[in-house]
């Protein structure tokens, strides 16, 4: 990539950096109307504790009132489960998610449970 002699502390910064400002993406707060909202979750091999594991990354997308889609937010967990999208579907709320009246995803228990909730 044409980049050489990066030492180990520039990129923990860098990396710093970055985690900065996915963190302030992934928690800003969500205004106006939210009518439709597509979720899903894909699983991918992450490194934890010096393994390879598989992950859920559950992902929700919106379409807002002026008809711009958006990735709201995303929640990484060891399975697909309904309490996973429960606690991420409140965080969505939390942050002001509101006016949806359309929510579209597969049949998946723990996420219809959780939609439900």
């Known amino acids: 990539m044409g980049m050489t002699g990066v030492s180990k502390s520039q990129v923990s910064r860098l990396c710093g950096e970055i985690d900065e400002r996915v963190d302030a993406f992934l928690g800003r707060p969500l205004e106006g109307e939210w009518p439709y909202l597509w979720l899903d979750a894909r699983y991918?091999?992450?490194?934890?504790?010096?393994?390879?594991?598989?992950?859920?990354?559950?992902?929700?997308?919106?379409?807002?009132e002026r008809g711009e889609r958006?990735?709201?937010?995303?929640?990484?967990?060891?399975?697909?489960?309904?309490?996973?999208?429960?606690?991420?579907?409140?965080s969505l709320v939390?942050?002001?998610?509101?006016?949806?009246?359309?929510?579209?995803?597969?049949?998946?228990?723990?996420?219809?449970?959780?939609?439900?909730?």
């Open 70 to 90: 958006e990735i709201l937010g995303c929640e990484a967990g060891a399975a697909e489960s309904g309490a996973l999208w429960a606690g991420f579907l409140r």
């Open 44 to 64: 991918e091999k992450v490194r934890e504790g010096g393994r390879i594991v598989s992950m859920a990354f559950c992902t929700a997308i919106a379409v807002n």
């Open 94 to 117: 939390a942050r002001g998610l509101s006016g949806v009246v359309l929510v579209t995803s597969d049949a998946h228990s723990g996420l219809r449970e959780a939609i439900g909730s």
